[in-house]
């Protein structure tokens, strides 16, 4: 069974920095992609950033330059380090893999940045 577990999400103000977690179990982080979304309320669930199996990143333009997606194969962890927050970056962010098993989310940890 594959689960995806995120932590690290919180309030910050404006400015400040948070890293994201996300612990895989059931599937190896060698062979699948990871990303990370977000959805604001009202809004449809959007791509933030993601990783390759070979390790090539890709970032949404509005938080190029700010966030940083990275990987422990070992851990079978993700990261998403985010600098600079802005009040528009608050969201729910979720983790996401895809692979040969299929495509699956973890639960979501809030982020809120105050202004």
């Known amino acids: 069974q594959v689960q995806l577990v995120e932590s690290g999400g919180g309030l910050v103000q404006a400015g400040g920095s948070l890293r994201l977690s996300c612990v895989a179990s059931g599937v190896s982080l060698s062979i699948n992609a990871m990303a990370w979304y977000r959805q604001a309320p009202g809004n449809e669930r959007e791509l933030v950033a993601e990783?390759?199996?070979?390790?090539?990143?890709n970032y949404a333009d509005s938080v190029k330059g700010r966030f940083t997606i990275s990987r422990d194969n070992a851990k079978k962890t993700a990261y998403l380090q985010m600098d600079s927050l802005k009040p528009e970056d608050t969201a729910v962010y979720y983790c996401n893999t895809r692979g040969p098993r299929g495509v699956y989310w973890g639960q979501g940890t809030q982020v809120t940045v105050s202004s």
């Open positions: 990783i390759s199996r070979f390790g090539s990143t």
